[in-house]
């Protein structure tokens, strides 16, 4: 691809989105510098995080001192960082013509605190517009891998002594259901989701990535014969 045919297209948000150690934050950076010397502007973010106010809250949510005051006003401290993520980068780079690839987004809070922390759908929907606005991805990548491989993962690329997450202390049965709320939000919303088996290698899941950025948001044609 040309600069030029590179910068006329509109700039696009994408979010991956999966369990604990499903190699999103590797697949995110790869992907932008795929794009990046593909001739396309793009950033890499994080949720929590992304922005300084909204790091400042994952530091807060990621160490289990809010689990105690339940799922809901977790996901409206999830939705604040949001927030601040949206106003401060998101939003800023979209309007640039720079694209952003984010490690997680609102479907991570569909999934912890909606089917796991048992919250009603109307209340997510209705946060969702709060903190949302018109913005919603392009495109999601779920990536799926069995939890306990991805939990395997996870710990080996602990440091030492490092201790866990707020999530990753949570037991098999939570992350068995968390893999399946994704899969039920992909099933639900084909049109935007992608789950790509995350079993693979890092490279053949970096391919299948691209395959779906290509189909779905570059253009490419034979969507259908590539099963995108």
């Given at each position: 691809?040309?600069t030029?045919?590179?910068?006329?297209?509109?700039?696009?948000?994408?979010?991956?989105?999966?369990?604990?150690?499903?190699?999103?934050?590797?697949?995110?950076?790869?992907?932008?510098?795929?794009?990046?010397?593909?001739?396309?502007?793009?950033?890499?973010?994080?949720?929590?995080?992304?922005?300084?106010?909204?790091?400042?809250?994952?530091?807060?949510l990621?160490?289990?001192?809010?689990?105690?005051?339940?799922?809901?006003?977790?996901?409206?401290l999830?939705?604040?960082?949001?927030?601040?993520?949206?106003?401060?980068?998101?939003?800023?780079?979209?309007?640039?013509?720079?694209?952003?690839?984010?490690?997680?987004?609102?479907?991570?809070?569909?999934?912890?605190?909606?089917?796991?922390?048992?919250?009603?759908?109307?209340?997510?929907?209705?946060?969702?517009?709060?903190t949302?606005?018109?913005?919603?991805?392009?495109?999601?990548?779920?990536?799926?891998?069995?939890?306990?491989?991805?939990?395997?993962?996870?710990?080996?690329?602990?440091?030492?002594?490092?201790?866990?997450?707020?999530?990753?202390?949570?037991?098999?049965?939570?992350?068995?259901?968390?893999?399946?709320?994704?899969?039920?939000?992909?099933?639900?919303?084909?049109?935007?989701?992608?789950?790509?088996?995350?079993?693979?290698s890092?490279d053949?899941?970096?391919?299948?990535?691209?395959?779906?950025?290509?189909?779905?948001?570059?253009?490419?044609?034979?969507?259908?014969?590539?099963?995108?």
């Open positions: 691809m040309t030029e045919a590179a910068k006329a297209r509109p700039a696009h948000f994408v979010t991956l989105e999966g369990g604990e150690g499903v190699g999103k934050s590797t697949q995110a950076r790869r992907l932008v510098e795929r794009l990046n010397k593909s001739g396309i502007a793009a950033i890499a973010t994080r949720e929590p995080g992304g922005s300084p106010g909204a790091e400042t809250l994952r530091d807060l990621l160490s289990g001192k809010v689990k105690d005051l339940g799922a809901k006003a977790e996901a409206i999830f939705a604040a960082a949001r927030i601040d993520h949206i106003d401060r980068k998101i939003a800023p780079a979209l309007a640039a013509g720079t694209w952003v690839v984010s490690d997680r987004f609102a479907d991570s809070t569909r999934a912890y605190q909606g089917a796991l922390g048992g919250l009603d759908a109307g209340f997510l929907r209705a946060l969702e517009r709060v949302l606005g018109d913005l919603r991805p392009d495109l999601t990548l779920i990536l799926d891998l069995p939890p306990e491989i991805g939990l395997a993962r996870a710990a080996q690329r602990r440091a030492p002594g490092a201790a866990l997450d707020r999530f990753e202390r949570e037991g098999p049965a939570f992350h068995a259901a968390l893999r399946k709320a994704y899969l039920d939000i992909a099933a639900a919303e084909p049109e935007r989701c992608v789950v790509v088996d995350a079993a693979q890092e053949e899941v970096a391919q299948a990535i691209w395959d779906a950025i290509s189909y779905r948001l570059l253009g490419a044609p034979s969507e259908k014969e590539h099963g995108i």
